[in-house]
């Protein structure tokens, strides 16, 4: 009776054709093309942040009392609410077909949402039922968004050199806020134009409209962008890679109950460090303007201009706190951002009643801080947390549950706490307490800088570089060889034996064809 052993799974070395060469000049047309979504996403969080307020007298001038202002600020978190059902079924999907395709798709969806917000029915036509179209809207923004960051976070990421992926990622957040200081411009400028040429009422009468029209042609430019982007190089390698798709290997590509059972850990520990960066920066942009009008008592249009300015320089410093994590790593920097918040949140909020124009810029600047350190690296160090076959499924789990759950519900929260409490530093204390959970997550987490990304083959910028890091594999303790798909199937030796008496019976001096063995 003949036995054949089985096919046996080794592992070869890393050779130069493995590692992902990615020329700069195709570098800046993916992160360019990534970067026009979230500045539309964000671009719509600064509108309806700053016209809060004005949509209030909108779309519930029939709710009593303050009941108007927190349906109007409901309406921002139900886009929230709606972000990890966005996630749990873009995140996979992005997965599967690649992350270009679904990043068109959410771009498409929010740039049709936001343009359909400025020629909905105010309360005036139609009564507090106003509010049910305006709410559907945000639905479908906060399902698209569900996507959006996440795919585009793991779209940067996994384009991005490994030694400069800090630097590169965080344009993307850099979109973000020069996204939301556009938003903010255009609602000031918006309202200068139209109440000096129809007076102070203008901006409830049709003004508010102006902004949300905005986004047509923005969003044309914007989706022909992302039609231009091509698909990553770490995709396009993972694909090629036969790793089973049965849930058993933490490093295939899984379902939603497979990434929960495999990643469970990592999912905790990006959960907090969202929850901690988007509280503040939340607060900073989307309730800030809000905050301002109602507890510090500042005009709508000094609350839209006096953000812009402290955005834009907070912008510009992303990209040089991105390298900063390059030399000295992620968790460095996500201490920074902790220590900060804690330090300067409750200044901030004191130096901020003082309500002049110096005190709000000042209050302002300090909030930023803190919120410039979680930022600038989320696109960088948030994605590397996963493996390659499952990021972008588990970048949106994890994102969008902390997002829906603490970030996007931070000016709800906030104003809720105040009118419950009647303290106006509650916001503060709100961000301190993630920010607090956000340290104890960073201890846990894995350094990430300089680093392959989990699941993928190296990324450099030259061939020269590539030839390199091949000769040093042994010696670079950066490289971990053993999350890359360099396994191969190698038959047993009796196995290859057969096969080759089979292929050739004269090999055998008897001339028979021999027995197997």
């Given at each position: 009776?003949?036995?054949?052993?089985?096919?046996?799974?080794?592992?070869?070395?890393?050779?130069?054709?493995?590692?992902?060469?990615?020329?700069?000049?195709?570098?800046?047309?993916?992160?360019?093309?990534?970067?026009?979504?979230?500045?539309?996403e964000?671009?719509?969080?600064?509108?309806?942040?700053?016209?809060?307020?004005?949509?209030?007298?909108?779309?519930?001038?029939d709710?009593?009392?303050g009941l108007?202002?927190?349906?109007t600020?409901?309406?921002?978190?139900?886009?929230?609410?709606?972000?990890?059902?966005?996630?749990?079924?873009?995140?996979?999907?992005?997965?599967?077909?690649?992350?270009?395709?679904?990043?068109?798709?959410?771009?498409?969806?929010?740039?049709?949402?936001?343009?359909?917000?400025?020629?909905?029915?105010?309360?005036?036509?139609?009564?507090?039922?106003?509010?049910v179209?305006?709410?559907?809207?945000?639905?479908?923004?906060?399902?698209?968004?569900?996507?959006?960051?996440?795919g585009?976070?793991?779209?940067?990421?996994?384009?991005?050199?490994?030694?400069s992926?800090?630097?590169?990622?965080?344009?993307?957040?850099?979109?973000?806020?020069v996204?939301?200081?556009?938003?903010?411009?255009?609602?000031?400028?918006?309202?200068?134009?139209?109440?000096?040429?129809?007076?102070?009422?203008?901006?409830?009468?049709?003004?508010?409209?102006?902004?949300?029209?905005?986004?047509?042609?923005?969003?044309?430019?914007?989706?022909w962008?992302?039609?231009?982007?091509?698909?990553t190089?770490?995709?396009?390698?993972?694909?090629?890679?036969?790793?089973?798709?049965?849930?058993?290997?933490?490093?295939?590509?899984?379902?939603?109950?497979?990434i929960?059972?495999?990643?469970?850990?990592?999912?905790?520990?990006?959960?907090?460090?969202v929850?901690?960066?988007?509280?503040?920066?939340?607060?900073?942009?989307?309730?800030?303007?809000?905050?301002?009008?109602?507890?510090v008592?500042?005009?709508?249009?000094?609350?839209?201009?006096?953000?812009?300015?402290?955005?834009?320089?907070?912008?510009?410093?992303?990209?040089?706190?991105?390298?900063?994590?390059?030399?000295?790593?992620?968790?460095?920097?996500?201490?920074?951002?902790?220590?900060?918040?804690?330090?300067?949140?409750?200044?901030?909020?004191?130096?901020?009643?003082?309500?002049?124009?110096?005190?709000?810029?000042?209050?302002?600047?300090m909030?930023?801080?803190?919120?410039?350190?979680?930022?600038?690296?989320?696109?960088?160090?948030?994605?590397?947390?996963?493996?390659?076959?499952?990021?972008?499924?588990?970048?949106?789990?994890?994102?969008?549950?902390?997002?829906?759950?603490?970030?996007?519900?931070?000016?709800?929260?906030?104003?809720?706490?105040?009118?419950?409490?009647?303290?106006?530093?509650?916001?503060?204390?709100?961000?301190?307490?993630?920010?607090?959970?956000?340290?104890?997550?960073?201890?846990?987490?894995?350094?990430?800088?300089?680093?392959?990304?989990?699941?993928?083959?190296?990324?450099?910028e030259?061939?020269?570089?590539?030839?390199?890091l091949?000769?040093?594999?042994?010696?670079?303790?950066?490289?971990?060889?053993?999350?890359?798909?360099?396994?191969?199937?190698?038959?047993?030796?009796?196995?290859?034996?057969?096969?080759?008496?089979?292929?050739?019976?004269?090999?055998?001096p008897?001339?028979?064809?021999?027995?197997?063995?």
């Amino acid at each position: 009776m003949s036995s054949r052993k089985k096919a046996v799974t080794k592992r070869r070395r890393l050779e130069v054709d493995d590692v992902l060469v990615v020329k700069k000049s195709k570098l800046r047309t993916a992160i360019s093309g990534t970067v026009v979504g979230n500045f539309m996403e964000w671009f719509d969080f600064g509108i309806y942040g700053y016209l809060a307020v004005t949509l209030t007298a909108v779309f519930t001038s029939d709710a009593p009392g303050g009941l108007g202002l927190l349906l109007t600020l409901l309406g921002f978190a139900i886009s929230f609410l709606v972000r990890p059902l966005g996630g749990f079924i873009l995140g996979p999907l992005g997965d599967r077909i690649g992350r270009q395709r679904v990043l068109f798709l959410t771009m498409t969806m929010m740039a049709i949402a936001t343009a359909l917000i400025g020629l909905l029915p105010t309360s005036e036509a139609i009564g507090l039922w106003a509010i049910v179209p305006l709410y559907f809207l945000k639905m479908v923004q906060g399902f698209s968004t569900g996507g959006e960051y996440a795919g585009a976070t793991t779209y940067v990421s996994e384009f991005s050199p490994d030694r400069s992926r800090g630097y590169w990622s965080s344009f993307l957040d850099v979109g973000s806020y020069v996204g939301f200081a556009a938003g903010a411009s255009t609602v000031a400028i918006t309202t200068w134009i139209v109440e000096g040429i129809s007076g102070a009422g203008a901006m409830v009468d049709y003004g508010w409209r102006i902004p949300f029209l905005v986004a047509i042609p923005l969003g044309a430019v914007a989706i022909w962008f992302r039609m231009k982007i091509p698909e990553t190089p770490a995709f396009e390698a993972e694909e090629k890679d036969a790793r089973p798709e049965d849930g058993s290997d933490p490093l295939g590509r899984l379902g939603i109950i497979g990434i929960f059972r495999h990643h469970w850990r990592v999912i905790l520990i990006g959960i907090a460090l969202v929850s901690a960066t988007n509280t503040a920066g939340y607060a900073l942009t989307s309730y800030m303007p809000t905050y301002l009008e109602t507890e510090v008592g500042v005009s709508n249009l000094m609350a839209a201009i006096a953000t812009v300015p402290v955005l834009i320089v907070m912008s510009a410093c992303l990209p040089l706190i991105g390298k900063l994590s390059d030399k000295i790593g992620r968790k460095p920097v996500y201490g920074i951002a902790v220590v900060s918040t804690i330090v300067l949140m409750i200044p901030a909020f004191t130096v901020m009643q003082i309500g002049q124009e110096w005190a709000v810029m000042l209050a302002l600047a300090m909030v930023a801080i803190p919120v410039a350190f979680y930022v600038a690296i989320s696109a960088s160090a948030l994605p590397a947390l996963f493996p390659t076959a499952s990021r972008f499924g588990a970048m949106a789990i994890a994102y969008n549950l902390a997002v829906s759950l603490f970030g996007g519900t931070t000016p709800l929260f906030s104003q809720a706490l105040i009118d419950l409490t009647g303290n106006t530093y509650m916001p503060a204390f709100y961000i301190m307490f993630f920010a607090a959970l956000g340290g104890i997550a960073m201890l846990s987490m894995k350094e990430t800088a300089k680093r392959p990304l989990l699941g993928s083959f190296p990324t450099v910028e030259t061939k020269a570089e590539a030839k390199e890091l091949v000769a040093e594999q042994d010696e670079n303790e950066l490289l971990d060889t053993s999350t890359m798909p360099l396994e191969i199937i190698v038959p047993a030796v009796a196995e290859m034996e057969n096969e080759r008496r089979d292929a050739d019976p004269e090999a055998d001096p008897s001339g028979k064809k021999p027995e197997p063995v």
